[in-house]
Nanobody, 126 residues
């Protein structure tokens, strides 16, 4: 069974940091582009970041650029999202997803993702 499991969410104060992990089981991530998405209360799910299969390509939405860093460790079958300088508007459930049809990120969106995790909640509040 193909699974992605997110972890690392929690409650953090504004300006703080968290590192999210996305671990795969039942398949290897080597050939997949991996995207992070988030859904805030009452809002639609949106893109956050993507990393290509080799790790050489990374994309960020403007709202997180310069604050978030995506990385991957294929040996550990895990993708990470380092989130710094967190803001209350970053509060959301964060999902990782795998894209099998291409190892490249440009144009990634949730409709093209094949495997999804169940999400981890990030709450930024004082």
């Amino acid at each position: 069974q193909l699974q992605l499991v997110e972890s690392g969410g929690g409650l953090v104060q504004p300006g703080g940091s968290l590192r999210l992990s996305c671990a795969a089981s039942g398949f290897t991530l080597d050939y997949y582009a991996i995207g992070w998405f988030r859904q805030a209360p009452g809002k639609e799910r949106e893109r956050v970041s993507c990393i290509g299969s080799s790790g050489g390509t990374t994309l960020y939405e403007d709202s997180v650029k310069g604050r978030f860093t995506i990385s991957r460790d294929n040996a550990k079958n895990t993708v990470y999202l380092q989130m710094n300088s967190l803001k209350p508007e970053d509060t959301a459930v964060y999902y990782c997803a795998a894209q099998s049809w291409s190892g490249y990120c440009p144009g990634y969106d949730q409709n093209g993702m094949d495997v999804w995790g169940k999400g981890t909640l990030v709450t930024v509040s004082s």
